[in-house]
């Protein structure tokens, strides 16, 4: 090829760059968002959510987060993590005014007022060592789960925390090939299949 031949496709490429830059600059930058979805939703930390606890209760590690049909917000947390300061008021003899650990369990509506509050070691289920996971299923039903070296349970119970149905046993697996147990199931999700026990065998199946 010619030095002007050369020179002619080398300038030909320089403009096309050219142009494709103006056009750029005329109709925006190039992105995957189509034009009619609008702007992409910016988010903010609501310094004010949830509103404070009664009964000088306080919040330990928050482990999970679930939303159920009532967008209400489902929280579990791990009382046990509150150093002795921070749950003064629960000593012997007490250390100061405030405070006390929360229930595991927070329900919250979307203003986050607390609307109702439970859990923690009861007659016949085994509460888990460390709580970890929560879901709320389509019937209003809570499942919570673990994840201690120990914990090889999942819990179900009522939005009011009655307990309802055990799977797994405290302290007991066999491993990942063990099809009979679980083990550590941290977290869950239900799906609405009508049929209880399908959905028993659903969830052992999901966390095993």
């Not at 085994?126 to 090889?152: C, M, R, S, T, Y």
């Not at 149905?165 to 199931?185: E, K, Y």
Request: glycine share 10%.
């Amino acid at each position: 090829m010619t030095r002007p031949g050369r020179l002619l496709i080398v300038t030909s490429a320089i403009v096309s760059a050219i142009l494709v830059g103006l056009t750029l600059a005329f109709n925006g930058s190039v992105t995957a968002q189509r034009p009619g979805d609008g702007p992409a939703p910016r988010f903010q930390v609501d310094p004010w959510w949830p509103k404070p606890l009664p009964n000088n209760w306080l919040m330990g590690q928050a482990a999970g987060v679930a939303v159920d049909r009532h967008d209400h917000i489902w929280v579990i947390q791990r009382p046990r993590t509150l150093t002795e300061d921070e749950r003064g008021a629960t000593l012997n003899p007490p250390r100061s005014l405030c405070c006390a650990p929360a229930p595991p369990v927070l329900e919250f509506d979307a203003d986050g007022v607390l609307v109702r509050s439970w859990g923690g070691p009861g007659t016949g289920y085994d509460w888990p060592l460390n709580e970890h996971g929560i879901f709320v299923d389509h019937q209003d039903n809570v499942w919570i789960g673990g994840n201690d070296a120990k914990d090889h349970q999942v819990l179900k119970f009522t939005r009011d925390g009655k307990f309802l149905l055990q799977i797994g046993r405290h302290d007991q697996t066999g491993g990942d090939n063990d099809t009979a147990h679980l083990g550590r199931p941290a977290s869950m999700n239900v799906v609405a299949v009508g049929d209880e026990h399908l959905v028993r065998r659903r969830v052992a199946r999901t966390i095993a």
